[in-house]
């Protein structure tokens, strides 16, 4: 079958509640492409609005992480949509023949996931939808995420074209703002992000129930079970950033951005990053060891959450982060033997002084005794009688 003159269509690769999928064969451009062909809607007069509005939704973006629509038209009453080909397989249908996946494919996966999701926020896009079917990995590794078809615009409130009330979305990812009603925003993609890794990591969604209302539930009232203790190989900091990105609250989940960023960086490894210190307490440290290197050093309330968020290392790693207060206190220990070298001089100075003024009030107390002596006294007095003894009365006593 070929669309407009020049898209052959081969296979059909999905089937969704308003489409199917082929791939097909751009011959104008001699390229392999995906089309997207609208269903019959009969009793759905939104459904080619809406297809429309996915159109113009992923032609807005234009990012690594994202399938590119590439063309959009009408062929034979049908709407249809060209997008690249992703050669690979979904997400879901990895999970089907692989089971959980290990942490460091999981963190690579979650970091481009969360680019494209930025990128889609940036343009004031809000997916609403992101599951696994709606992932796609490529045979290089390289993930886009696909299927804008209920996504909105952040500007337009109405442009989901849905019935008032109307949940939309899957239940198994839906964030607890939603399931109350409210209007999806960017947070609300990060806490489907969030679920979507804890199934690759576990194999399971993190609520389950044998109803869509009861999963609602536990989206608004549970907590997810943290993934080690189902016996995943986590880092201890992989499993709390993504318990952060199921926070019931929108507002303390962290953004899209964020959350690239510290994939993207290995943080999830829980490898301690030293902060840079203050510029005046490193240049005092240097001074002081005279040029040498200065010690890893934080402060306050930075440090304290340091030093809790992620294990401590082993005592023999070369990679052993010295607290706050151990860098405090060789650096106070070093101060401390600096004004202990000089004491001994002080000591010694104030000890000279002392004698010094010994000697010179002893040299003068025997001048003075010298001077005022009975050989050397002016005052002296002729002797009249001989001396006498102490018991002999004077004559004055007759």
């Not at 151990?326 to 106070?332: M, P």
């Amino acid at each position: 079958m070929l669309i407009a003159g020049r898209y052959r269509l081969r296979d059909t690769i999905g089937r969704g509640a308003m489409g199917e999928v082929w791939q097909a064969f751009d011959e104008t451009l001699g390229r392999p492409v995906a089309v997207k062909l609208l269903l019959p809607h009969d009793s759905d007069s939104t459904a080619p609005s809406r297809f429309r509005l996915e159109a113009q939704t992923a032609g807005r973006l234009n990012h690594p992480h994202v399938v590119a629509v590439l063309d959009f038209g009408e062929h034979d009453d049908r709407l249809f949509l060209v997008m690249e080909l992703v050669e690979g397989n979904s997400l879901a249908e990895l999970l089907t023949g692989s089971g959980p996946l290990p942490s460091e494919q999981v963190a690579h996966i979650a970091a481009q996931a969360a680019l494209g999701l930025a990128a889609a926020h940036r343009q004031g896009i809000v997916h609403r939808d992101i599951k696994p079917a709606n992932l796609l990995l490529g045979a290089d590794g390289t993930l886009k995420i696909g299927d804008f078809g209920i996504a909105r615009f952040l500007d337009d409130p109405g442009a989901a074209l849905t019935a008032t009330g109307q949940i939309v979305g899957t239940s198994l990812y839906l964030a607890p703002e939603r399931a109350l009603g409210r209007t999806a925003g960017p947070a609300s993609d990060v806490y489907s992000l969030g679920c979507l890794l804890y199934q690759l990591l576990t194999g399971k969604p993190p609520f389950q129930a044998d109803s869509a209302l009861a999963v609602l539930h536990q989206h608004l009232d549970a907590a997810p079970v943290p993934p080690r203790q189902l016996g995943v190989d986590l880092p201890p900091a992989f499993e709390s950033y993504l318990l952060s990105l199921l926070a019931k609250e929108p507002e303390s989940r962290p953004t899209a951005e964020e959350v690239a960023d510290w994939f993207g960086r290995g943080a999830w490894r829980g490898t301690r990053e030293p902060l840079p210190s203050e510029h005046q307490h490193q240049h005092q440290h240097q001074h002081q060891h005279h040029g040498r290197p200065d010690q890893p050093h934080t402060t306050g309330s930075r440090a304290a959450a340091s030093a809790s968020s992620f294990p401590s290392p082993p005592a023999h790693s070369d990679r052993a982060f010295a607290p706050v207060a151990t860098t405090e206190w060789q650096t106070s220990v070093h101060r401390a033997s600096t004004r202990r070298a000089h004491v001994p001089f002080r000591r010694r100075s104030r000890l000279v002084a002392v004698l010094g003024g010994a000697c010179i009030f002893t040299l003068a107390v025997l001048v003075g005794l010298l001077w005022f002596s009975p050989d050397n006294s002016s005052a002296q007095e002729p002797q009249t009688a001989p001396p006498t003894s102490s018991t002999t009365p004077s004559p004055s006593a007759s």
